[in-house]
């Protein structure tokens, strides 16, 4: 497996792995991988014939008050677990080589950036945007591979590919979860234990949601009463928004009729951890 640290080896690399008629997935991270990331990594592996993951904690998608100095990083850990999932090359670049001096150029994505993350970080998606939109362009992937997980980053990300005509599929993937029911995150590592244990109130509240509507509960007002109630009852939980929208144009809805989006933000401690889940009416 190589290691490439710059965007001219990274072309090059591109150059010649096109040229041989080879497909390319990419699976964009953050590192500080997990089982989620793997699980992309493995579907990449099923469909094309070179994966490239990136490793690159993004600054211009945290906000002033984030946790990007603290955000975990570990490459050496990290390309031991894509190195066994099949990955042939990390593209691990440095900051000033995504973002040298004078850098100023920025893709703004409109409507659903202005809710649910985007409305609690302000500038969060023009970071993830811009980052995502250069990695295509360097990496020229046939197919890009996310998770679930980060649903509200998944539409906007097809509304960009889909706006701006990139030659490139993006393959969605469902979200995957501890034993029992945390989704997997990388924030995950700064959870103390107790911490730990009263995130699972995420998922908790997803379920509650989940049953209600089996049951026949569409009112939108209805539901977000009761995930909130359910989440509040945890002393560490702190709500940053439980919203429900209309899936996938995120349209506010009074009830439940067809594909819908739940999803959560909640601080337990100092880390925020966002979860979802799609109802259907």
Do not use: W
Request: charged share 20%; proline share 4%; hydrophobic share 45%.
């Amino acid at each position: 497996m190589k290691i490439i640290e710059t965007i001219h080896d990274m072309k090059l690399f591109i150059e010649q792995a096109k040229r041989q008629g080879l497909r390319i997935g990419l699976v964009p991270t953050m590192g500080s991988l997990h089982e989620g990331h793997l699980t992309l990594m493995r579907q990449a592996k099923k469909s094309c014939d070179v994966v490239v993951v990136s490793i690159f904690v993004n600054p211009t998608q945290f906000g002033p008050n984030e946790d990007y100095a603290k955000y975990p990083r570990d490459l050496t850990g990290d390309s031991a677990q894509a190195g066994k999932a099949g990955v042939e090359v990390i593209f691990h670049p440095q900051a000033q080589e995504m973002y040298p001096n004078g850098y100023n150029s920025f893709i703004e994505i409109g409507g659903i950036t202005q809710k649910l993350c985007g409305l609690s970080r302000p500038g969060h998606f023009r970071g993830v945007a811009t980052v995502v939109a250069k990695l295509f362009n360097i990496i020229q992937p046939d197919k890009a591979f996310f998770g679930q997980k980060d649903a509200q980053q998944v539409l906007v990300l097809g509304r960009m590919v889909a706006d701006l005509n990139m030659n490139v599929e993006l393959e969605i993937v469902p979200i995957v979860r501890e034993s029992d029911g945390l989704a997997m995150s990388s924030r995950n590592a700064f959870l103390s234990v107790e911490e730990r244990n009263a995130a699972l109130i995420l998922s908790r509240s997803l379920q509650l949601a989940q049953q209600l509507v089996t049951h026949g509960e569409f009112n939108v007002e209805k539901l977000k009463q009761q995930v909130i109630a359910v989440i509040q009852a945890e002393k560490l939980a702190k709500i940053d928004y439980v919203e429900i929208y209309s899936y996938p144009l995120l349209e506010n809805i009074e009830v439940i009729t067809s594909k819908a989006l739940l999803a959560l933000a909640v601080r337990i401690g100092n880390t925020r951890l966002i979860d979802n889940i799609i109802l259907e009416g």
